[in-house]
Structure formats: C-alpha cells, structure tokens
C-alpha cells in the first residue's frame, strides 16, 4: 500500500512568518513529488513540483526533497492571509503512463492569522 | 480556453438512481482521470485514462463506470447510486509525460439520499 502522511492541522501562522508543510512517503522509488493548494470550495492547482533532492525555489515558496529520509516539504516565505488553503502533498509512485500511480495526502489545512 | 469543465456542478440522487457525470477538456491532453474527495480525505483515483478507447480502473471503481470516445471526453457513469458514493468528483487531464501537472475541472458535488 502506497502511503502519504500529512499531519492534518490546522497549522496556524502569524502573517509575514514561514509556514512549514511536511509530507512523508513510503515508497523509495517515488520519482517526482508535488504540492497543489486547495482553496475551500475549490479544485486543487499545482503549486511546486520537485523531482531531485534538493531545495526548488519559486517566488515565496520553496519545496525540499530527501530522498533518503522519504521526506518532502513546503516553505511559504512571508506568509499571506491568501495563502490560508488547504496544502495537498501528491507523490508519484513509478507511472507507466501519466499520472495514474499518482497519490495524494489526506492535506494540511494552513490559516494565515492577520 | 476553458481548461477541464465539469457538469453539473452539484446534484442530488436518490438511492438507486443513476447519473452520468461530464468531463470535457480543450488542452488536447491524452490523460484524463475521475478523483472523489471525501471531507477530510486526499484524492482517490476512481479511472483513468491514456487516450481515446482506453481506460483502466484506479483504487476505488467499485461502482463506476467510464468510457473514452474521443480525446475531449471522459464521462463517469453511477449506475446504481449508494450513500457512500455521496463525495465532491473531479476530473483532471494532463498531458504526455508522468511529470505534467494535474488540470483539474471545478468539480461535482454528489449527495446520494
């Protein structure tokens, strides 16, 4: 069973602060590793993808990669109230094809406080 | 460009009814796929598919059926509605390659009564 484990929150964080989202995996030959945000209500949108390990920086966020310790995460610098959503971590364990080994985490629900 | 588009937006069925929900993309994206999201749950992949005429079930398609004509569609049938398959459903598509990001429609919320 192919498993993606993230604490559910809610992680709550003072405006202007660094929101820190942690997911692990349980499979080691995962390949390519994903964050979607997930306003309420809404659909889930593609935020960071990171396939190496390493840091992948893109304008306030930063995604980390550690293959060895099956750990990946998401850095929200300079935390905004529109950053309030929930932060779903999706892991793609070895597709033959497109994404349909793809799994998605149970997501952190993050608040950004004023 | 309209991306993934999803009808109805929500609905409400009877046990025992069934309903076709719709999905259409305009990306030209071989890949499409049905997710239900219970409260408080990630995604779970129902179907999926790689282009027109092939489809595979994912973990949960107990329940459901699909079919792929054309490259634009990929409609879900419930055929014999339960309370459990009472969820929010999203289509996505993506294109060729495993990396591709996930387009999502804006989903359907299901109650089944």
Known sequence: QKEVEQNSGPLSVPEGAIASLNCTYSDRGSQSFFWYRQYSGKSPELIMSIYSNGDKEDGRFTAQLNKASQYVSLLIRDSQPSDSATYLCAVNFRSNFGNEKLTFGTGTRLTIIP | ?113
């Open chain 2, 1 to 113: 460009n309209a991306g993934v588009t999803q009808t109805p937006k929500f609905r409400i069925l009877k046990i025992g009814q069934s309903m076709t929900l719709q999905c259409t993309q305009d990306m030209n994206h071989n890949y499409m796929y049905w997710y239900r999201q219970d409260p408080g749950m990630g995604l779970k992949l129902i179907y999926y598919s790689v282009g027109a005429g092939i489809t595979d079930k994912g973990e949960v398609p107990n329940g459901y059926n699909v079919s792929r004509s054309t490259t634009e569609d990929f409609p879900l049938r419930l055929e014999l509605a339960a309370p459990s398959q009472t969820s929010v459903y999203f289509c996505a598509s993506s294109s060729y390659n495993r990396d591709s990001p996930l387009h999502f429609g804006n989903g359907t919320r299901l109650t089944v009564t």
